[in-house]
């Protein structure tokens, strides 16, 4: 089994920051991409940013510039680094991972919620 837990959620003001966790645990030989994705209520689950196992990045054209993604592979770890939070990034984050020969697992969300 192979679990990701989230953590660091929560509700900010606008052009504030926040600073995501996501912590993978279980039988895992190594995990190839880490990524998040979010959910804003009515709308469909989108791309934020992914990481490679060598640390390649790609980001949503919405976050480049105020998002930062970056990992820790001997803790399994990923995290998502949020600043200039604005209203439209409230949303439930979701953290992903491809596990080398398991597929790919799925956190249970975070909420982050920014205020006007």
């Known amino acids: 089994q192979v679990q990701l837990v989230e953590s660091g959620g929560g509700l900010v003001q606008a052009g504030g920051s926040l600073r995501l966790s996501c912590a993978a645990s279980g039988s895992i030989f190594s995990i190839n991409s880490m990524g998040w994705y979010r959910q804003a209520p009515g709308k469909q689950r989108e791309l934020v940013a992914t990481?490679?196992?060598?640390?390649?990045?790609n980001y949503a054209d919405s976050v480049k510039g105020r998002f930062t993604i970056s990992r820790d592979n001997a803790k399994n770890t990923a995290y998502l680094q949020m600043n200039s939070l604005k209203p439209e990034d409230t949303a439930v984050y979701y953290c992903t991972a491809a596990i080398a020969t398991r597929g790919t697992y799925w956190g249970q969300g975070t909420q982050v919620t920014v205020s006007s």
């Open positions: 990481i490679t196992s060598g640390g390649m990045t």
